[in-house]
């Protein structure tokens, strides 16, 4: 048995304490940034299920772009409304804020601002694959000068109270893997606090496979540099697969939170299985209707509700039907109407229309 094996089997077997950082005793499993999908609402409703035993250790927001001027507060507090309730999700879930952007001087002084709002932490995020962000000097652009990556990681650490983590994002490279080592070591130079590694190129986007071995080089180059893993994990056997794979025992989820919003805590071993449809659906018109209390349009809050389950849809073949069934709908009262039938059982996969006017 090697080292990283003895050290997984002692975080598997902790796995029920959530650890607030990737060193500390327990699992520690954080949910991803994903522009368009992990605003606040999201984020409190998520970190709120089982009665705020959610597993979720930590949120990050989504990206707050920073081009030649520091962002000013209103718009950090877009992004991260929980700045101004002591940094976290009504459960007491840490929020970091992300930054986005390839100069040192408006990225620390946002990341400062952030810090003094009342952020828990700042990550910088170089390893966004948008062609409009990497034209304009931002995201995984970045990953080919490992120097920059060094250069405004140090100037945000230089800008942040010690005490605030300054974490870095990044994919395992531009077009492969091969400067990796490069990568995580400009990252640890620069001061990171740790580093998060979605195992994937840039120019890969999304597309399989995934390369989790690679983490494993990030981690041996990366010295006492804490490197948590991300990319592809759908069930609490992934974790495992890709802490045999990676030697990372820390993680975080984005796409596989959204067919199961139960994972951290199904991770935990506090609840079983992919959660219920009943139960998925219920959680949707809580979404819709904490999205609409938060002024969002119905219409927009539709579009998320359709969003999340087309994301669904990709890892739960027994979703597909309801993403279909609903995608189509314009307005928001018959979308409720289906998902209070699945609620109650009353509409399940395969089942003609009238099934949805018995539950009418
Ligand atoms: C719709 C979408 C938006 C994303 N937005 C961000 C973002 O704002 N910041 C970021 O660092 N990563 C972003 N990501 C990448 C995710 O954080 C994560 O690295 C990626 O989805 C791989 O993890 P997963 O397989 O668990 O989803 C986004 C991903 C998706 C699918």
Redesign the pocket.
């Known amino acids: 048995m090697t080292g990283t094996d003895t050290s997984w089997r002692e975080t598997w077997a902790q796995r029920e304490r959530v650890a607030d950082h990737p060193d500390a005793p327990g699992l520690f499993l954080a949910l991803?940034?994903?522009?368009?999908?992990t605003d606040a609402v999201y984020r409190g409703l998520l970190t709120e299920q089982f009665g705020g035993r959610s597993g979720i250790s930590l949120c990050?927001s989504?990206?707050v772009r920073v081009t030649r001027d520091p962002v000013p507060a209103h718009v950090i507090r877009r992004h991260c409304p929980e700045v101004d309730t002591g940094g976290r999700t009504r459960a007491g879930v840490p929020v970091f804020v992300?930054l986005l952007g390839g100069d040192p001087t408006p990225m620390a002084a946002t990341a400062r601002r952030a810090a003094e709002l009342g952020a828990c932490g700042v990550d910088l995020?170089f390893?966004?694959p948008a062609k409009t962000v990497n034209s304009h000097d931002g995201g995984a652009k970045l990953l080919k000068e490992p120097d920059r990556i060094e250069r405004i990681t140090r100037a945000a650490r230089d800008a942040v109270p010690h005490d605030v983590p300054v974490t870095v994002?990044i994919r395992i490279g531009w077009d492969s893997g091969d400067t990796i080592e490069e990568i995580a070591r400009a990252a640890a130079r620069g001061g990171a606090t740790w580093l998060t590694v979605?195992a994937r190129t840039r120019v890969q986007l999304?597309r399989p496979p995934v390369h989790w071995h690679v983490l494993a080089r990030a981690r041996d180059a990366a010295g006492a540099l804490p490197v948590i893993a991300?990319?592809?994990?759908f069930a609490p056997e992934d974790l495992a697969r890709c802490a045999a794979s990676s030697r990372c025992h820390a993680f975080?989820?984005?796409?596989?939170a959204m067919g199961s919003p139960g994972l951290f805590a199904r991770a935990r071993g506090w609840r079983q299985g992919p959660m219920p449809l009943p139960e998925l659906a219920a959680l949707l018109r809580e979404y819709q209707a904490r999205m609409r209390a938060s002024g969002l349009p119905e219409a927009r809050a539709l579009c998320r509700v359709k969003q999340w389950l087309r994301m669904a849809a990709a890892t739960r073949p027994d979703i597909v039907w309801l993403f279909n069934h609903i995608k189509v709908m314009r307005d928001w009262a018959p979308a409720a109407v289906a998902l209070i039938a699945v609620e109650r059982g009353a509409l399940a996969a395969g089942e003609p229309d009238d099934a949805l006017d018995r539950a009418g």
Request: aromatic share 8%.
């Open positions: 991803a940034p994903m522009d368009g999908v990050v989504e990206f992300q995020n390893g966004c994002k979605h999304y991300n990319g592809d994990l975080m989820i984005g796409r596989g």
